[in-house]
């Protein structure tokens, strides 16, 4: 019984979740291992509708936790198709020695997670406790901060990902709620053409080639454990930047949205910037385009990448800026955050003279208002004005009682 | 479709296609190997098999060599099964979308594991494909201790063994916990087939794993995996040690058809007491003092109750 295609108008009102589940649909997974958690279920829930309506031919296993998901995943796919699923926070926690799993046997599979913070306390609400917990894994990781991306980027993740020089696998990120459950405007492709974007699954080492078996998951000792390992990170560090500028390029001729492993917005002329990650983005940009109004030339940049970690690309894009904020949506207990660490590092031995500072918001869904922005682009001016950091390097923003800032 | 493999000797059955070489690093005397051997030996079908963490894996597939003329996967030590079930789904999607490379061949998907990996940490697993109807066997090599990792208890570890974790000592007796009834609990997933086996039964074995293999569902298989490392007795002994196993009951050897329907498969003509089976192990050595005497009586009454309750079952026929 062959499946059905769907009409799409060109512009679909959905949710992350569910523009997510519209570009698994489209790139016809053979297999979806999957386990629901709050909030990615819609993903895999609307997946299942599609199977059940016969929108998809494939086979959806409903497994007991998401170890066991990404367990049946790493399976399927070294069998030799194309595999996907979705998690969230505890789920993702789990999973994770399966992750490290995954692409040390270099599987490519598809993992959507819809970020959401990590207990205990426990919370179901956005933050990016459980991005930055992979963010060692040795998966590619690509960020959306909106329903319309996390449509776009599995596309990008999967012809990556699956690109023979490449074989890692992918994830993708979205802010749980904020994105996931909040519907806007998708520009859609139709079935065919965002099945060409990604074309035909190409099997290699594949265990249902029967003439030709394999050996996946193999011992490796002090002998050749290092060799993997490294050779894994030399394709993360050299090989995927190309891809994934080569994918960018590719959907932008296709659809005309451009993609870039750094967002910039505003700057071009900026003397102060905020990096950050997820919905984040947009209200930074809102914030900068009302400080410039109050004469603060305010830019913005969005990670999209975030692992393999674009190193050059943030330093050229931070090289003039007198001022940075860096934005971790997770506690580092204990620690900088991951993105003042990341970017201290790319301008370190560089000439940039940037006073960075870092901020650490939104835990558990806490909201980054305005005015928060508004107070942190003004403290960033006030640095520049002074031609010192005038504040603690790390702060947290939004937390009730005392103010709490180190370092 | 499925040929059923005809075996007409031992000898014949030893040179059989060898899709596990005899180039492995598994202790000399390990029953894993033979085990292995027969079940893979029981078929001429293509096979996707898995290993989890444990003695069988981390002796056959060290890079860049590998023992496996197979499909074979690892990924850990609790998701074997699932592995298998994976593969499993993506033959089956594959079939249903025309891609298959080998339309017509008729692959059968098997995971091994140790009863570490089985009982213990692997539970959950393989109890999602058990329930979820994979069309699978997962094969659990029950050696009764974790031996990869040195000798610690599992579930599977019978009452009076000294193990690294449960020693025995001044004041112990070693493990003092009764060993998990697996077979049992997996036959309650209602899966078609689960069964105990013997690699010194050679033939029973092959029976239940063709049977196994030929039907369509997911099946459980525990096979008795006597360890010269852990149980401490001489590699050459392994088949004797079986045979102590499978004679004095305390592995009794069976089927249960369809979750209920159980089935004797070997009836020993001279039953040998209990007491034999523990003095040919080092590992039960300390229960012939007198202050532990009293835990071989309590051994073979467990052993008799045990061989009662599946006379009773195997009679009612529910």
Redesign the interface.
Known sequence: MAFDKMELRDIEVWDGNFAAAQALRQCQIDVVSAYPITPSTPIVEGYSKFLADNYIEGEFVMVESEHAAMSGCIGASAAGGRVATATSSQGFALMVETLYQASGMRLPIILNVVNRALAAPLNVNGDHGDMYLGRDSGWIQLDAYSPQEAYDLNFIAFRVAEDHEIRLPAMVHQDGFMTSHTAQGVHTMDDDTAYSFVGDFKPMNDMLDFEHPVTHGVQTEEDWHYEHKARQHNDLMTKVPTKIEEAFAAFEKLTGRKYNQVEKYDMDDADVAVVCMGTSVETAREVASEMREKGIKAGVVGLRVVRPFPFMEIAAALKDIKAIAALDRSSPNGAAGMLFNEIAGALFNTDSKALLTGYVYGLGGRDLTKKHLTDLYTELQANVDAGKVLTPLQQFIGVRGPKLAFL | MSEMKKIKNLKEFSTSADRFEGANLLCPGCAHSIIVREVLNATND?L?L?ASTGCL??CT????Y?S?????????F??GS?????????????K??G????PD?N?KFVAFGGDGASYDIGF??I??CM??GHNMMYVVLDNEVYANTGGQRSSSTPIGANATTSPAGRVSYGETKNKKDIVAIMAAHNIPYAAQVAPNKWKDMVKKIQHGMAVDGPVFINAVSPCTTEWKFDPKDTMHLTDLATDTLVFPLYEIIDGHELNITYRPKNVIPVEEYLAAQGRFKHLFKDQYKYLIKEWQERVDANWAYLNRREEARV
């Open positions: 293509d996707v898995a894996e981390v597939a060290v890079y860049p590998t496996w003329d197979a499909s074979w996967v690892h990924i850990g609790e998701n699932t592995a298998v079930a994976g593969a499993e789904a993506m033959y089956k999607a594959l249903t979308k891609r298959l490379k080998q061949r692959p959950q697993w109890s999602g329930e979820r």
